[in-house]
C-alpha cells in the first residue's frame, strides 16, 4: 500500500477593527482599502483542516462539517491538462497555488522527495462553532485550509512557540501564505497570524503586495478582552461579496473612505495598538464600524445590516462610554459590526463585569446562552443575574428592555494565536485518509 501522509491544523477568528469592504480585483481578490483586525482566541471560536494525500487517492475530496464529500477537480501540474478545463473556483486556486509551490520549494529542490504536488487530497474541515451562531466561519476555513496543506507540503510547520508561523524557518512564511489565504476570502488572510493582524491593500497587478503582517503578538495587550453578543443566528441576506461589489459600483462615499478616511485610521489604530491606548483604539474601531455601516447604506440599493437590537447596543455602549469619560476621562468599551447584526464588544477585562451586567439588564438571556468561562458573573447563571448599571447612567438612553432570549447568546473570549499545528488525535481523517 503507499504512503498517506496527512496534517491537521486549527486557524482562529478574527473580527476587523478597520473594515475591508470592496474589491478592486475580484479573482484574485484584492481590496479597495487597506484592513486591521484582532485574532480571537481558538479555545472559543476556530476552524480544524486535516488534509491528506497519497499516490493512491483516486480523486481529490472534501469534507465540509461532517456533511457529505464534494469532488474536486484538479488539474495536475505536470499534466496538459489547461487549468481552464475544470472549474476554477476560489477553493481550487488556494490548492494550485499550494502544490505550485510545493513543487518549487521542494521538488524541484529534492528529487527524492515524494511527489505530492501531483496527488490528490482528501481534505475534511470543521468549525467547532455552529456556522448559525452568524460569525463568519470562510475566515477561519480558508486559513486553516491553507496553513493545513503547508504543513502537509512541509512549507511551514505553524510551530505552537512561534505567534508568528515562523517557527523553525520555514521554507514559506505566514505572510506568503496570507497570500494564497486570500485568495480563498479575503478576510482569511488576516487568520494566518495571532493577535493585531494588518492586510496591506498593496498597489500591484500581481497582488503580491497585498498581504498579512502581524502588528502585534495576542501577548502584547492580554486585558483586551472580546465579548460577541449573538442578535441573529440566520444566513444574511446579502453575502459579503456581492455586497462589497455592489458598494463599489455606487456609492460616492466609498472612494472618500478609501482615499481620506482609511489610510489616517490605520496609522492611528496601529499607533494605538503599539501603546496599548484603549480610548484611541476603541475610538476608531467604533468610527469605523459606523463608516462601514455608512457605505452599506450609501449602496444603491441600499444595504442594511444593523437591526434594532444592534442599534440599542450602540446606543447603551455610547452612554457607558459618555458616563465613563466624565467621571474617569477614559473609555470603557468599543463596539464593531460586520456584515451581519451581531456585535462585538472590544473592552479591557476588567470592565467585563460591568458590560456584561448592562447588556443582561436590556437583554434577558435564555438559561444557558452564555457559558461563563472566565468566571464573570461569580458562579450565577446568566438568566438570574439582574443586571446592575453604573450611576449617572441614562436608563432611558434605550426606550424600555427587550424580552428574554431577543438576545440569542453571549460569547466572552480573549484575543488569540495564529494557526496551530494539532497531533494525530485531533485528525479529522483516520490513517487510511478517510474521515473517522
Ligand atoms: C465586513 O472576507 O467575507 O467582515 O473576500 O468576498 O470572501 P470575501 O469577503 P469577506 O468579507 C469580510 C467583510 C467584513 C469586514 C472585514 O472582515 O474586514
Same mark, same amino acid.
Not at 501540474?77 to 478545463?85: H, I, M
Not at 528529487?111 to 504536488?117: E, H, I, V
Given at each position: 500500500m503507499s504512503t498517506i501522509y496527512q496534517a491537521t491544523t486549527s486557524a482562529p477568528v478574527n473580527i476587523a477593527c478597520i473594515k475591508y469592504w470592496g474589491k478592486r480585483d475580484t479573482t484574485l481578490i484584492l481590496p479597495t482599502n487597506s484592513s486591521l483586525s484582532v485574532t480571537l482566541s481558538q479555545n472559543d471560536l476556530s476552524s480544524t483542516t486535516s488534509s491528506s494525500t497519497s499516490p493512491s487517492f483516486p480523486t481529490t475530496l472534501l469534507w465540509l462539517n461532517n456533511l457529505p464529500p464534494e469532488q474536486i477537480d484538479l488539474p495536475s501540474? =505536470?499534466? =496538459?491538462?489547461? !487549468? +481552464? /478545463?475544470v472549474a476554477d473556483t476560489r477553493l481550487t486556486r488556494c490548492l494550485l497555488q499550494l502544490k505550485k509551490l510545493r513543487k518549487e520549494l521542494v521538488e524541484d529542490k529534492d528529487? =527524492? /522527495? !515524494?511527489?505530492?504536488?501531483e496527488w490528490n487530497l482528501h481534505i475534511a474541515s470543521y468549525n467547532n462553532f455552529p456556522t448559525a451562531a452568524g460569525l463568519a466561519s470562510s475566515a477561519s476555513g480558508f486559513a486553516a485550509l491553507t496553513a493545513s496543506v503547508a504543513a502537509l507540503y512541509g512549507l511551514?510547520?505553524? =510551530? +505552537?512557540?512561534?505567534e508568528q508561523g515562523q517557527g523553525n524557518d520555514p521554507l514559506v512564511s505566514a505572510s506568503q501564505l496570507s497570500l494564497i489565504a486570500r485568495l480563498g476570502s479575503g478576510s482569511a488572510c488576516r487568520s494566518l497570524f495571532g493577535g493585531f493582524v494588518s492586510w496591506s491593500a498593496g498597489s500591484l497587478p500581481s497582488g503580491t503586495d497585498s498581504l498579512a503582517t502581524q502588528? /502585534?503578538? /495576542?501577548?502584547?495587550?492580554?486585558t483586551l478582552h472580546a465579548l460577541i453578543c449573538i442578535v441573529n443566528a440566520q444566513k444574511k441576506a446579502t453575502s459579503s461579496t456581492s455586497g462589497m461589489q455592489r458598494t463599489v459600483q455606487t456609492s460616492a462615499l466609498l472612494q472618500h473612505r478609501i482615499t481620506d478616511v482609511v489610510p489616517r485610521r490605520m496609522e492611528g489604530i496601529i499607533d494605538a495598538i503599539k501603546d496599548r491606548d484603549f480610548d484611541a483604539f476603541g475610538r476608531i474601531t467604533m468610527d469605523d464600524s459606523n463608516q462601514f455601516h455608512a457605505v452599506a447604506l450609501d449602496t444603491s440599493p441600499p444595504i442594511f445590516y444593523m437591526n434594532d437590537v444592534s442599534r440599542s447596543i450602540i446606543l447603551l455602549i455610547e452612554e457607558l462610554n459618555r458616563v465613563s469619560l466624565l467621571t474617569s476621562?477614559?473609555?470603557v468599551a468599543a463596539y464593531t459590526f460586520d456584515a451581519g447584526p451581531n456585535a462585538v464588544i472590544y473592552a479591557e477585562e476588567k470592565h467585563i463585569p460591568t458590560i456584561v451586567n448592562l447588556v443582561l439588564r436590556y437583554f434577558p438571556l435564555e !438559561?444557558?446562552?452564555?457559558?461563563d468561562k472566565l468566571g464573570v458573573l461569580g458562579g450565577k447563571d446568566a438568566s438570574q443575574v439582574g443586571g446592575g448599571v453604573p450611576d449617572g447612567f441614562d436608563q432611558g438612553v434605550v426606550p424600555g428592555a427587550f424580552g428574554v432570549g431577543t438576545l440569542k447568546g453571549l460569547i466572552h473570549t480573549r484575543i488569540g494565536d495564529g494557526p496551530r499545528m494539532l497531533g494525530k488525535e485531533k485528525s479529522l481523517l483516520g490513517e487510511d485518509g478517510m474521515p473517522k
Open positions: 501540474l =505536470s499534466s =496538459s491538462t489547461s !487549468p +481552464s /478545463a528529487p =527524492s /522527495a !515524494p511527489k505530492m504536488s511551514n510547520t505553524f =510551530s +505552537s512557540e512561534q502588528i /502585534a503578538p /495576542a501577548s502584547h495587550w492580554p476621562r477614559h473609555l !438559561p444557558g446562552t452564555f457559558e
